[in-house]
């Protein structure tokens, strides 16, 4: 999704194009460019393979970084999410997955399926269609639906 479906011309932030920052006065980084390291990854895996591994259908799949808690506590430690899987998606949330097909380039995020109450506590439990705008990929679905 690192075009304009009408132009073919990458997403503008005046269009509504998503971005990663750390907060006020960071700076903002396109989700293109997650879209763009997610190209280069696939490039290469395909020049670096046999053609074997290139048959339709073929992924890679990322697992991104659990959180823990400390000891017999509900207390959990700062979260960060794990290096590689941040450099191809931009996803900060723990429990996430994600999947690159090496022909087609079709990317598919797999957020953790959070349970009503979860909102009781955190808020509003945002929709896969609205992670799949904020982190410019094709589709995001439940994790439970991996094998699927």
Request: aromatic share 12%; net charge negative.
């Amino acid at each position: 999704m690192a075009s304009n479906d009408k132009t073919g011309e990458k997403p503008r932030y005046s269009e509504g194009a998503a971005y990663f920052d750390m907060g006020e006065h960071t700076l903002r980084i396109p989700m293109t460019l997650h879209a763009e390291n997610r190209e280069k990854l696939r490039i290469r895996l395909l020049a670096h393979t046999d053609t074997s591994a290139n048959a339709p259908g073929t992924v890679v799949l990322l697992q991104g970084g659990d959180d823990t808690t400390r000891y017999s506590a509900d207390v959990e430690h700062v979260f960060h999410q794990e290096t590689y899987f941040h450099w191809a998606f931009g996803v900060l949330e723990p429990g996430w997955y994600g999947t690159v097909d090496i022909n087609s380039g079709r990317t598919v995020l797999f957020c953790p399926r959070l349970p009503e109450e979860y909102a009781t506590w955190m808020g509003r439990i945002t929709t896969p269609q609205e992670y799949t705008r904020r982190y410019q990929v094709d589709e995001v679905r439940y994790v439970d639906e991996v094998s699927t």
